[in-house]
């Protein structure tokens, strides 16, 4: 029996180690956490609200336990507010009827899984794995995985210059995951969506629906700011509470329309928040050890994406999973610094979409967005609403499950076109783009008169 370790008990690290020991493989766990400091001494590494094709991998394992309880996201509402004060355009889109996003506390998942890995067989060890003794555990495993999130052992693996598109930071974070409040939009109560509030020259805030590892329900408020701008507040929060009430007072300044529902809101837990900045970066997969032994990066290890599209663990799942069908793929033969480098070109060729998409929404709007957003404007994500414009707004939200589906047409106008006609039934974009544009000038038209919001928002 092949003997693979796996060092790091998060999303991708657990995923792995499972789905190893359900192929027949001798899997050993490493973690600086037990079930007990993930639950009672951790932050969660991020919201990590995942997709279809992401949980569709955890099903399969036996390890998807949340779903029947936790809060079901079935789509997204996003308001893109190219000034402050200024609402253009929204966009409400949801998934097809039997879709939905998950987004468990990854506290109360790793413990959970750690459990399990043990019942089923597999083996955990608790420490802190440094490099010298990653060399040892190398000596004596097929394949290392080193799955270690962003800690310093993932200094191991070198950046990939070829596939890096950023050099520094290009927001700074804050997240608080908070309960006593409503699940849903009290001026779009028909879906439970991921709210987007996009400011293109601040940044960007959002509220992702969460389960907690205390099972409430509840939201992860996230603050995507832009180095000085008015959402850059949070640089010097100590806790939860502060987080908390930095956001609220943002929020009141530049969102006054989800002021409101955050009235009562609590942080889940004393733990339950974040703060801080990571550069979006992907890094080459094999690290090497002070006795040349080679080992293998797994997850946020291997790439870094900013949470603006919420992406890290859809990644990682996906990523997760080409590596162990490389694996069983590979039979008795070496796991060795080729095999890695060819199992990652396989996951880039199909997936680089992820990073693609990604990177775009930390940029200014394309021509080629500005197009969709436009034509698809007038969506509700109602349920009986079949329109053209509805169709485009439900594709946005789709591309989050796979950014293979519209991504290129985000980068490419005449993409963006066809998608446009595709939807419409016209032969050209044109006529829906200026049945978009008077519904967009005669939305800022009532806001400056006073009459009235745009679709699926309060009255401004
Ligand atoms: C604010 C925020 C919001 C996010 N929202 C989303 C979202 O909505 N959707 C999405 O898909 N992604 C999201 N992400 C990203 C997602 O949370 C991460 O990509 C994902 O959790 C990373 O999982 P991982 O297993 O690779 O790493 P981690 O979760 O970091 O796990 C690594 C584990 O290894 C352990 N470890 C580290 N060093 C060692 C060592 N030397 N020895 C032993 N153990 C070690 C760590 O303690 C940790 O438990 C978000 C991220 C942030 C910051």
């Known amino acids: 029996m092949r003997k693979i370790a796996v060092v790091g008990a998060g999303q991708a690290g657990l995923l792995a ?4 020991h359900a192929r027949d493989y001798e899997v050993t766990l490493y973690s600086d956490k037990t079930p007990e400091d993930f639950l009672e001494r951790s932050r969660p590494t991020g919201v990590a609200a995942r997709f279809d094709m992401a949980l569709e991998f955890e099903r399969e394992l036996g390890l998807e336990h949340w779903g029947d309880r936790a809060p079901r996201g079935d789509g997204v509402h996003l308001t893109f507010c190219p000034k402050e004060g200024n609402q253009l355009v929204t966009l409400l889109g949801r998934l097809s009827r039997s879709r939905f996003f998950l987004a468990i506390d990854l506290r109360m998942q790793s413990a959970t899984w750690m459990d399990e890995l043990v019942k089923r067989g597999g083996n955990v060890e608790i420490e802190s794995v440094s490099v010298e003794r990653l060399d040892e555990i190398a000596a004596h495993h097929d394949l290392t995985l ?13 950046r990939d210059e070829t596939l890096s598109v950023y050099r520094k930071p290009q927001r700074f974070l804050a997240m608080v995951c908070v309960t006593g409040v409503p699940m849903q939009l009290p001026y779009a109560p ?7 509030n ?3 020259p601040y940044g960007e805030a959002f509220w992702v629906p969460w389960y907690s590892k205390d099972h409430q329900p509840s939201w992860g408020m996230l603050w995507e700011a832009k180095a000085g701008g008015p959402l850059d507040r949070f640089r010097d929060c100590k806790s939860a509470q502060q987080v908390l009430d930095t956001g609220r007072q943002v929020n009141r300044e530049l969102v006054p329309w989800d002021d409101e529902l955050f009235a009562h809101a609590t942080p889940c837990d004393e733990n339950s928040w974040l703060v801080g900045q990571l550069t979006p970066e992907v890094r080459q997969v094999v690290g090497t050890l002070p006795s040349g032994r080679q080992v293998m990066a797994l997850g946020d290890t291997a790439q870094s994406l900013d949470p603006i599209g919420g992406m890290g663990a859809n990644n990682g799942n996906k990523m997760v999973r080409t590596v162990v069908d490389s694996i069983v793929g590979h039979g ?6 080729n095999w890695m480098r060819q199992t990652q070109a396989r996951f880039w060729q199909r997936h680089h979409w992820i990073d693609d998409f990604n990177n775009l929404l930390l940029e200014p709007i394309t021509p080629a967005g500005r197009d969709l957003l436009i034509a698809q404007y007038g969506s509700t994500a109602r349920a009986e609403d079949d329109s053209p414009q509805q169709k485009l707004a439900d594709e946005f939200i789709e591309n989050f499950n796979d950014p293979m589906q519209l991504t290129p047409a985000f980068q490419n106008r005449r993409r963006a076109h066809d998608e446009i006609k595709r939807a419409f039934g016209t032969r050209s974009a044109l006529p829906p783009l200026a049945a978009g544009a008077t519904r967009v000038a005669a939305g800022q038209l009532r806001q400056r008169l006073g009459r009235g919001g745009l679709v699926g928002m309060p009255p401004s």
Do not use: N, Q, S, Y
């Not at 180690?17 to 190893?20: E, G, N, R, V, Y």
């Not at 028909?190 to 987007?196: D, H, M």
């Open 190 to 196: 028909w879906f439970l969506p991921v709210k987007f």
């Open 17 to 20: 180690a499972h789905a190893l």
């Open 332 to 337: 008795e033969r070496p796991l060795d610094a």
């Open 146 to 158: 080193v799955a270690a999130g962003r800690g310093e052992i993932m200094k191991l693996f070198p």
């Open 198 to 200: 996009f400011f293109a």
